[in-house]
């Protein structure tokens, strides 16, 4: 009979299954999961009415075409340059410096087209300028006011 004590083997833990386990979690994880983008800014956008009722002897409504043409109250401009845009502007504006400039333009219209109608009413000194739109609505059926 052999009493003597045997060496005990210490259990060893195989950590390798359980890295891979862990990868495959972390991949998984990363192709389901969605970023969101810190940078951009989270806006509650106004509400207007758009059937409000508006003073229209101070408006001087300016539409751009969008091969750059422009028209002052359904008047056409000639020329295309920042000057020729400012007479039309100081021409329309009967109600002076109170009145409100719309610039109505073409979807497809040059930046810069909507750029010098802007620099035409600062010369002229008309300092209220707005932009219109139409709805969804409308643009979807084609009836754009």
Not at 7 to 18: G, Q, T, Y
Not at 20 to 26: F, Q, R, S, Y
Not at 72 to 83: I, L, S
């Given at each position: 009979m052999n009493f003597r004590p045997r060496?005990?083997?210490?259990?060893?833990?195989?950590?390798?299954?359980?890295i891979?386990?862990?990868?495959?979690?972390?991949i998984f994880m990363m192709l389901t999961t969605t970023y969101s983008k810190f940078t951009e800014?989270?806006?509650t956008l106004p509400v207007a009415d758009a059937e409000q009722q508006r003073d229209h002897?101070?408006?001087?409504?300016?539409?751009?075409a969008a091969d750059g043409r422009y028209a002052?109250?359904?008047?056409?401009?000639?020329?295309?340059?920042?000057?020729a845009v400012a007479r039309a502007l100081s021409q329309a504006a009967s109600a002076g410096r109170d009145s409100v400039v719309i610039i109505s333009a073409d979807a497809t219209a040059p930046h810069q087209a909507v750029v010098t109608v802007m620099e035409a009413a600062r010369r002229v000194g008309l300092s209220q300028i707005t932009f219109?739109?139409?709805s969804s609505v409308s643009?979807?059926?084609?009836?754009?006011r």
């Open positions: 060496p005990k083997d210490e259990p060893e833990i195989n950590l390798i299954p359980f891979d386990v862990l990868l495959v979690i972390l800014l989270q806006l002897p101070k408006e001087v409504i300016v539409a751009v002052v109250n359904k008047a056409t401009v000639d020329g295309k340059g920042v000057d219109a739109t139409q643009a979807r059926t084609g009836n754009g």
